[in-house]
């Protein structure tokens, strides 16, 4: 197999390998990647998927190795965020006509957007049971002992909510028309309450440290192992990784009950594709153990499911891995910005956005305008730059997509 990598920088210790070819790169995404490379922990090199953009401290669309050392900025405060999905034998003629009462249902079944209409008020007995049965109240408890600023009074509200932003639920078809549950979401405010600390500690360690070495941005302050502080954030960050994870098993759930309410019976075909796409673990890449983080990036390792959305108007694939080395075996996890959302919103008309989903029972107002497909890179030039890190396996279309 050839590979469609291209070194974007291959001066000093730590090269850059990059996924791009026939994708927008902008500028201030490169010099963010120089930056990351530049730290002597990163190593033995960076890998860049299409869909790379400019982030807070690294690229998002970013595969980011260390040895000895975590940047909480890096994995961010989506921790854990990424998608799921699952194919029913549901077909598209089993789908009503107008498909707006679909989106209303899950709408009440399912809390959107963020803030107090985001959360609930009280979940059912099965949503307790499931956050008992992975001690994630538990083990939240033993986190806050020693960090009384991590608050857990978000986690049972949250449990089963969308958010905001590019969060969103879709019905979607397959090639044989098939109907698809697929969803998008994270570790919701305690995840977000957990980044944000953390790296403000990291920030306020940097202040303590005295390095022999340039440090290019403050968002790139670091825990180094052995140190108690990387512990802790280890042991945060993999709390807030397995709640997003129960999170969007739980929307899941929520979801198929309301359709089971509202369309012929049906069963799901396969086992759910549940993966993250902002997170840090441990693996071994060439017989070396390295911390990597993906930020904005799948795990792609030979034969494992993955999901790679494009936006609210374009298609999204249900994709197996190839296990690229190069990439330590790692893909796209989406089609990528190429508007930041200001400039979406100033430059994006609602005629635009609607003649983009006119295809798909969403919302049409000025309030997604940032999440319209023109914001996105083309999600088809995304898959062809990667054709050495996925397969696809399925390719799916929406017809209803819900936005917080």
């Not at 959107?112 to 609930?120: I, L, M, R, S």
């Not at 904005?296 to 249900?318: D, F, K, Q």
Request: net charge neutral; hydrophobic share 40%.
């Amino acid at each position: 197999m050839s590979n469609n990598f291209e070194f974007l920088h291959a001066e000093g210790a730590t090269p850059i390998k990059g996924w791009v070819r026939g994708v927008p790169l902008e500028s201030q995404a490169q010099a963010q990647l120089r930056n990351i490379a530049s730290l002597p922990f990163v190593g033995p090199w960076v890998a860049v998927m299409p869909d790379v953009h400019l982030g807070i401290g690294a690229t998002v669309g970013s595969v980011v190795p260390t040895r000895g050392a975590i940047i909480p900025a890096a994995v961010g405060v989506d921790i854990g965020c990424g998608m799921a999905a699952v194919r029913t034998t549901l077909r598209a003629d089993d789908l009503p006509d107008n498909l707006a009462g679909l989106r209303s249902g899950i709408e009440r079944s399912v809390p959107v957007g963020n803030g107090p209409h985001g959360e609930h008020q009280r979940i059912p007995d099965s949503v307790s049971t499931r956050l008992a049965d992975a001690q994630l109240e538990q083990r939240l408890a033993r986190i806050r002992d020693k960090h009384p600023r991590i608050r857990p009074d978000k986690v049972e509200k949250q449990n089963g909510t969308l958010g905001g932003g590019n969060h969103f639920i879709e019905l979607c078809l397959d090639e044989d028309d098939r109907v698809w549950v697929m969803l998008h979401s994270g570790s919701r405010g305690t995840g977000n309450l957990i980044g944000t600390y953390f790296i403000e500690r990291a920030r306020k360690e940097l202040e303590r440290r005295v390095l022999g070495f340039h440090l290019p941005d403050k968002d790139l302050a670091f825990f180094l192992e052995g140190e108690p502080l990387f512990d802790d954030y280890v042991e945060a960050v993999g709390w807030a990784q397995d709640y997003a994870r129960t999170n969007r098993e739980t929307m899941l759930a929520r979801v198929l009950h309301e359709l089971q309410q509202t369309l012929p019976k049906f069963q799901l075909e396969k086992e759910a594709v549940n993966c993250h796409h902002n997170y840090v673990q441990r693996e071994t890449h060439a017989g070396e153990s390295l911390l990597v983080t993906r930020k904005g990036a799948v795990s792609a390792r030979a034969g494992e499911l993955g999901i790679i959305p494009g936006s609210m108007g374009t298609r999204s694939y249900i994709v197996r891995g190839l296990g690229n080395a190069d990439s330590f075996h790692s893909c796209s996890h989406g089609a990528g910005r190429v508007m930041s959302r200001t400039q979406a919103r100033n430059t994006i008309t609602l005629k635009e956005h609607r003649e983009a989903t006119a295809h798909v029972e969403c919302r049409k107002d000025a309030g997604v305008i940032d999440e319209s497909p023109a914001a996105y890179k083309p999600i088809e030039a995304v898959m062809a730059a990667q054709a050495d890190l996925v397969e696809v396996v399925h390719t799916l279309r929406q017809v209803v997509c819900v936005k917080g």
